[in-house]
Every structure is written in C-alpha cells, then in structure tokens.
C-alpha cells in the first residue's frame, strides 16, 4: 500500500471560489483555522454572504463579490486555488442551466489560468455525478460513467466532466498542479432548507410537520458524508501532489425512503412520507469506492451518518427557532 502523502506543501494564500456556498464556506473557515490567508470569490448565485458573515472580521479573510465566468484577478502571491463555484442542487441547476454549463466551462478555464500565472496548486471540485446512472456499483475512478449529454441532468453532469478535461489538460500541456475530487452527497450546516437536496428537504419538511416527499418509490440510493469529513478530504488532496481523480464521500449507503424515515424519527415528527414523481435520469444507486483518498491521502470519513443526521438536525432546529421568534 503506498504510504498517504501528507501536507507536503507550504500554503500561506488561498483562492475559493464559490467561497460563500455550503462546501466554500466550510473549507474557508477550515483553511483559516490552519493559518492560510483566504480570498473568496462569489457572485452570490446560489451562496450569500450569511454562509461567511462570522468570518467578514477575521484579518486574514477577504470576500470579494466576482462572477468567474467573465474574468478572475487576484493581485499578489496564490499558493492555491480551490474551484468551487457552481450551482450544485438539481433544483439550482435545471434552473439556471446556462449559467452552470459556464461556470464549469468558462469558470475553470479562468480559474486555472490564474493557478497557472501564481504557480499555485489547483483543486477541482468535481462531482459523483460524472459517473451519471453508474452501470458499475460501488464506483471506482476507473469508471468512466453512464451520462445523458441531452437529458436536463446534462448541464451539470458534463460541465463537471468538461473540468475535469480541462484541468487535466492544464496539468499534462502546461504542467499545472492540479488535483481532482470527485465528491459524494454532502450535507451538514449551511445547506439551503429549499436547494431542493433531500436531506435539507426532508429535514425543513420533518421540522415543520409537513409530509416528507420522497422520489419514486424510495428504493434509490445515495451515500452521504457529513460536511467536516468532506472538507478534511479536500484539503487533504490540497496539501498533497496527487492529480486523482480522488473519489471523497462516505461509502453509508442507504435508500431514500430509509433516509426519510430516519429523518422523521430524529426529529421526532410525525409528519407522513409522499411519493412523487422520479426525475428525468436520476441515478439509481451511488456509493465511493474510497480505497484511493485511503491509500493515497490517508483520509476516511469519521463522523457516522447517525451524529451528522444529528448535527445537522440540531442546525435546521435552531434556525426554524429563530426565524419563528423573528417572525412572532
Ligand atoms: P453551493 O451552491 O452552496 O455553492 C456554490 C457557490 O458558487 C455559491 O456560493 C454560488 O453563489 C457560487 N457561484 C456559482 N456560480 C458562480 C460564478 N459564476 N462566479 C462566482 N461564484 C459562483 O453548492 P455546494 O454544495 O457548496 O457545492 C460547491 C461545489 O462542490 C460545486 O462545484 C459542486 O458542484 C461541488 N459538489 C458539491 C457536492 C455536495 O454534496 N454539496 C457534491 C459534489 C460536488
């Protein structure tokens, strides 16, 4: 087994984009934590600057509103640049599906000319979704996918697998360093209640008695990681050499009414589950195959899917509680 390669490489500056999204946000704070001076790129298409309000004060944090689709420029020294920035949930991106195809096309292309200029490492944040409806289960990065250029899933699924052409073209044609994660369902604080994801969905649905909407019959699966161990393998491929693709995400399969099921017993509601229509082209099963971020990185999620369903409950909760004292 090859040893894990560990924060082989000095950081003092960041770039994030899409740093006021869910996954932005969560790897700005981490990356602060680490003593790293962070520059977050976003034009507030799905994120909002609430996702980073706590951090506007801290004197190593910079928040610049930028859309990276028409230019990105960052004066001074960058020792990295994590590409983060595009709509994510199917609800944002059959929305805005022009939008998602440049910030994947055009987004990259800038972002990685900027990786190039600085000298800076690059992380791609690409997607399980690359591997479309998998014919190969649990998923390898050896899987090459079953994808729907033409179906509404498209927008996303081949602007994440254009990225993934284009920063390793980077790497081979011009020497970059780049590295890409292909991440798994994440969820955690932060997630948008109406993103349209199942776990806010279910939960904002749990919280406020309403019935749960579960797609189809249920039985499809997704594996779901929480936000902490997602970050930590992200950042884990930053500070390494490695190229990947690197699958990240918590092999914890389970089926969607059993996720729903849950929900409402951590909740402790007694809303009722309704089945609605499946959509177009949605994946059957998903599950990492995580040998790689293990042998490579020495990363494996940590937090089992019970403590983070918990977490992220207890987060939900609190605001609901808010915006009812808010509103009363
Ligand atoms: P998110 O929607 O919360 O965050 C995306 C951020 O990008 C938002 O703040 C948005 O305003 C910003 N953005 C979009 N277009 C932009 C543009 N043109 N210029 C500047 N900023 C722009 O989504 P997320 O869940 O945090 O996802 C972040 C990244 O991780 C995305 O690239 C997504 O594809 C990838 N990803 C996420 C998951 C997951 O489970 N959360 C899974 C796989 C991949």
Not at 94 to 121: C, D, F, Q
Request: aromatic share 8%.
């Amino acid at each position: 087994m090859a040893q894990p390669v560990r924060e082989v490489r000095t950081i003092r500056r960041a770039v994030v984009t899409g740093g006021a999204g869910f996954l932005g946000s969560h790897l700005c704070e981490q990356l602060l934590d680490r003593g790293v001076e962070v520059v977050a790129l976003d034009n507030f298409l799905t994120g909002s600057p609430e996702n980073v309000v706590h951090l506007l004060e801290h004197p190593r944090f910079r928040l610049v509103r930028c859309d990276v689709t028409d230019y990105v420029h960052v004066p001074g020294p960058v020792d990295l640049v994590l590409h983060f920035a595009s709509p994510a949930s199917p609800l944002d991106y059959l929305k805005m599906p022009i939008e998602t195809l440049k910030v994947g096309s055009l987004g990259t292309l800038h972002t990685l000319g900027l990786a190039h200029e600085k000298g800076a490492r690059y992380v791609l944040a690409s997607t399980s979704e690359v591997y479309g409806d998998p014919l190969q289960h649990p998923q390898t990065e050896e899987y090459w996918g079953n994808v729907n250029p033409v179906g509404p899933r498209g927008v996303y699924d081949e602007a994440k697998r254009f990225s993934e052409a284009m920063t390793t073209a980077y790497r081979t044609s011009k020497g970059t360093d780049t590295g890409i994660v292909r991440i798994f369902n994440t969820y955690g604080p932060r997630m948008r209640a109406d993103d349209g994801r199942a776990i806010p969905a279910f939960v904002g649905q749990a919280l406020s008695g309403r019935p749960l909407t579960v797609a189809g019959d249920g039985s499809q699966t997704r594996s779901i990681c929480y936000v902490d161990d997602t970050v930590r393998g992200i950042l884990a491929m930053a500070f390494s050499p490695h190229a990947g693709p690197v699958n990240i995400g918590n092999p914890d399969e389970l089926s969607m009414l059993a996720l729903a099921r849950w929900i409402v017993e951590l909740t402790g509601s007694d809303s009722p589950v309704d089945f609605i229509d499946l959509p177009v082209d949605d994946p059957k099963v998903r599950r990492p195959d995580t040998t790689k971020a293990q042998e490579l990185l020495g990363w494996q999620p940590e937090v089992t899917s019970e403590e983070g369903l918990r977490r992220t409950v207890a987060w939900f909760r609190e605001r609901v509680g808010a915006l009812e004292v808010r509103a009363g």
